[in-house]
């Protein structure tokens, strides 16, 4: 089974935080993100 590109994306954004410390505002930040370009293409794909 072929994993999501959002799988994928939390796969390595895990990855990412085992390795580097990170604070939270940036952690935040970029979950913000994630979510926004999840909701942009979910109502792109509605269209």
């Not at 895990?14 to 979510?35: G, R, W």
Request: hydrophobic letters at 35%.
């Amino acid at each position: 089974m072929n994993e999501t590109q959002l799988e994928a994306g939390y796969r390595k954004y895990s990855d990412f935080l085992l390795y580097k410390p990170i604070d939270v505002s940036q952690l935040t930040m970029a979950v913000d993100n994630l979510i926004v370009e999840k909701n942009k293409e979910l109502l792109s794909n509605k269209k």
